[in-house]
T-cell receptor
């Protein structure tokens, strides 16, 4: 199993450009998450999904959109990138609730917005 | 809102010294606690979870419900332990984990 994969690994955008980050998992997990990691801020939850076709806002959702059209994929979109969105983005998945809270993380996407 | 607190941003120790990374949680229900580790420029990996009560890479953590703490300990630190450590708890409104802000452990030779 590949686990959780993310594409791309690196990206440089200019202010105002758009892009989509792709997260894929092959563990048949129900829950998927997008986090951003910034120095001194730890991990902050952007959006998450509790199942195919559902999404919900996390702690810092502004400027991002997500979609979960297929159970195995969770897309994060930036419609108009801003320098404040320069960060490392991590995707994660977990089996669901009921005691199965462990999250499995992808390798991250390093995004720079100039 | 539920919260996980890691009071130390940076912890620096010498090789062979004991290490304790602190974590306090606020979830008042049945807590499930985790420690994740992130080595330089790598993904987060699960280090241990309180349910399994395992010792991984010499690290242990005991859940203290009275003090709402889940401190991570290792009796003799190694240089390869240098990494970011995140404590996490259940209690998110949609079944998600809540992460602390992390502690950077630096083990000096």
């Amino acid at each position: 199993n590949a686990g959780v994969t993310q594409t791309p690994k690196f990206r440089v955008l200019k202010t105002g450009q758009s892009m989509t980050l792709l997260c894929a998992q092959d563990m048949n997990h129900e829950y998927m998450y997008w986090y951003r990691q910034d120095p001194g801020m730890g991990l902050r939850l952007i959006h998450y999904s509790v199942g195919e076709g559902t999404t919900a806002k996390g702690e810092v959702p502004d400027g991002y959109n997500v979609s979960r059209l297929k159970k195995q994929n969770f897309l994060l979109g930036l419609e108009s990138a801003a320098p404040s969105q320069t960060s490392v983005y991590f995707c994660a998945s977990s089996p669901g609730t009921g005691g199965f809270y462990e999250q499995y993380f992808g390798p991250g996407t390093r995004l720079t917005v100039t | 809102a539920q919260r996980v607190t890691q009071p130390e941003k940076l912890l620096s120790v010498f090789k062979g010294a004991p290490v304790e990374l602190k974590c306090n949680y606020s979830y008042s229900g049945s807590p499930e606690l985790f420690w994740y580790v992130q080595y330089s420029r790598q993904r987060l990996q699960l280090l241990l979870r309180h349910i399994s009560r395992e010792s991984i890479k010499g690290f242990t953590a005991d859940l203290n419900k009275g003090e709402t703490s889940f401190h991570l300990k290792k009796p003799f630190a190694q240089e390869e332990d240098s990494a970011m450590y995140y404590c996490a708890s259940n209690g998110g409104s949609q079944g998600n984990l809540i992460f602390g802000k992390g502690t950077k452990l630096s083990v000096k030779p």
